[in-house]
């Protein structure tokens, strides 16, 4: 896999059905957010740690297009690609495939940005880590 | 209020919060949907009954500016307003203001459509009383 | 009302509900603690200000009975009573009741302590704000 | 393992964390259901499918004592043990231990039940698998 991407395998827990049977919408930006938290942690950012610190990494924008629903019982897997969208902007494209399908069944595209102690936008060196060509 | 909209006043509760102290991204997703579905049952379509029916609306797309952030003790107003997009897709413009405040901290765009028993897409007739001019 | 009372009113959202139809079992715990944490704001204790000065309060053993099920649409009312039960614990009996019936669908007792920044359980002296005999 | 046992690894997402920096209580109810149902799915019992038929496996009480808090990054085992508790009654004791420590952190006992269609509790006999003494 190419540096600036993760993979995240899940299942489906049935608490996280609705009334309808599928996975309720907003559960999809739990994945997300747990996919981007494993991918910053597998690079030596810890979310909490930096919270704990005064550094919050916040979502300013979420796209989200839904184009199936996962089911109790479904394997699947969230595809997370990082990119630095400006100085301040960094930008998660993510992708929910069911096991066994190739097509996406929910793609997103997350803006985030980070607050330091002082309440200003910046952005912690490390995610550059993300970027990097060779590990 | 026009017609077509909405308000729903609600208050965070502390179970919603993450550890940055504030409420987590997905809970906006929960707080819009409640808001949709509050409005819906306001104008006599019961999302429940619905998919009890084999009727189900589904959210296709969501678009989600978040500037700035709930916390505990925090009241706020869901504001929605309903559009009809096309024969087959539904629009609710929403904005979540915290009390007191006049700036939405969160705008949303959020496209549904409904399937029915057959799993074809199909707008319940019911929809067009959110534009309905009188009641 | 008694002093070391307090109510409050909720619906059901239907995100609360999982794929039977019914709320999830572990949301009632959600309404449990929301109801306690505004028993307490409004006797001027406030849960997050706690946390932020480092005084955690904490469940320590919580005793649920389901006795029905709550469903879409449903109002219901979340009674809850505190008691002092030692030096170093407290307990809430909590009931929910759908609106318009008199039996509890649900009863609970939730045991807690405090922990103050030196990780020593302690109780906010505050608490015994619940107790007293006139405001 | 013995015949009537399970466990199940997880790990901590960080969006379960509340404002205090640890799992919320509730959540702890959403790992036990977890674990659960992928005890039963690993029998050949798979609670969606009997709910669309009908049959509605329910939590009628639930006792948990709250030893120790989880937090983000922790990985953790949800052991979980079946009995008959009587005709109509199982009994699911359960334990949450953090990866690398011997003493749970949690312990449960989630008693239940389970309804067929015509409303009346009956317990589906499939349930006994979980107590065979050779698979």
């Given at each position: 896999m190419e540096q600036n991407q993760h993979q995240l395998e899940l299942c489906v827990r049935d608490y996280e059905c609705d009334l309808q049977g599928v996975v309720n919408n907003a559960v999809y930006l739990n994945y997300l957010e747990h996919a981007r938290h494993e991918y910053l942690r597998q690079k030596g950012l810890d979310f909490a740690a930096l919270a704990s610190e005064g550094i919050n990494l916040m979502?300013?924008?979420?796209?989200?297009?839904?184009r199936g629903s996962l089911r109790s019982g479904d394997s699947f897997i969230v595809q997370s690609r990082y990119e630095q969208k400006s100085r301040l902007k960094f930008l998660f494209k993510q992708e929910i495939v069911r096991e066994g399908e190739s097509k996406a069944l929910l793609r997103a595209e997350i803006t985030g940005t980070a607050v330091n102690k002082a309440g200003k936008p910046f952005l912690p060196p490390e995610l550059a880590l993300l970027l990097d060509e060779k590990e």
């Open positions: 979502v300013i924008r979420a796209e989200i297009d839904y």
